[in-house]
């Protein structure tokens, strides 16, 4: 029996080893990262990468913990993160604990959700509760309507000081780690050298202790558009359409099916 990469050891390899983690939402794309990821975030990303939705706003709960048990299902060895969707824990220390609670039940070893010094009583509450929490500031894209869209996070003296702050203020709550998304280099490395938690970057340099990218960009299968951070690993988006073209001549041409995938038919 494979064990799964657990929380005490994911926090161990700060300033040990890099952590690598992967989003995955489906049982063969979970299969594929298993073996090479220390964590796997099923991301309310599903929301645009799954769903054609135009930002992660409005995937719900249950959609995330259908996502959340196919891919626990279909793994032995990585940690399962799952995203708190919006509108799931802003409301009350009541609510986020039971959201949490229901995406453990799915398959969840932890949780991770949007804020900084903002959630840090949520996270307290969901820590010292039996709920470890993965922490995300910098660029949080469940603000996009108050950001007025996705931009990189701390270039002011300002910004970079509320971005330093959220990260002591989830450490201090008991986040077991940061994601620091869209973060400038100088400002994720001070921040990595300053907390005790791993800072898992995206876009924010290779000063983190970690690094997620969103699956589908890296395989190319998220269409032309892609952040600055991702670099493209594939081109699945063009592998996929070339097979589908071929069996669509394959039928109209009669070369497909042939006798070896027909019954009661001879195959010479
Ligand atoms: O939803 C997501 O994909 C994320 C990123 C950090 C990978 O939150
Ligand atoms: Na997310």
Redesign the pocket.
């Known amino acids: 029996v494979v064990k799964r990469v657990t929380i005490p050891q994911l926090m161990a390899c700060k300033r040990q080893r890099k952590i690598v983690a992967l ?1 995955a939402h489906s049982a063969p794309v979970a299969r594929a990262i298993d073996p090479h990821v220390d964590f796997v ?1 099923i ?4 929301a645009m990468v799954a769903y054609g939705l135009p930002n ?1 706003l409005s995937i719900s709960l249950e959609t995330i913990a259908q996502h959340t048990a196919a891919v626990a299902r279909s793994t032995q060895r990585a940690c399962i993160v799952a ?1 708190l969707p919006f509108g799931s824990y802003q409301e009350s220390l009541a609510q986020a604990f039971r959201s949490a609670g229901y995406l453990l039940s799915q398959g969840a070893d932890a949780v ?1 959700l949007e804020g900084g010094a903002i959630m840090a009583e949520t996270i307290q509450y969901l820590s010292s509760r039996g709920i470890p929490v993965l922490a ?1 500031i910098g660029l949080m ?1 469940q603000y996009v309507n108050t950001m007025g869209g996705y931009l990189s996070q701390g270039k002011s003296p300002e910004e970079a000081a509320r971005i330093r702050a959220d990260a002591h203020a989830v450490q201090r709550a008991g986040a077991f780690g940061v ?1 620091l ?1 869209g973060v400038q280099e100088a400002l994720a490395a001070e921040i990595t050298a300053q907390v005790s938690i791993p800072t898992i970057g ?1 876009g924010a340099s290779p000063a983190c202790d970690g690094q ?3 699956t589908e960009d890296i395989l190319g299968l998220s269409g032309e558009r892609v952040p600055k951070f991702v670099k493209r690993y594939a081109d699945l988006d063009t592998m996929m359409r070339k097979a589908v073209e071929q069996y669509a001549e394959d039928v109209r041409s009669g070369a497909f099916p042939e006798p070896q995938h027909c019954f009661g038919v001879k195959s010479t």
């Open positions: 989003t975030l991301g309310d990303s599903t992660t995203d991770k995300h894209p994601v998304e995206i997620i990218l969103v």
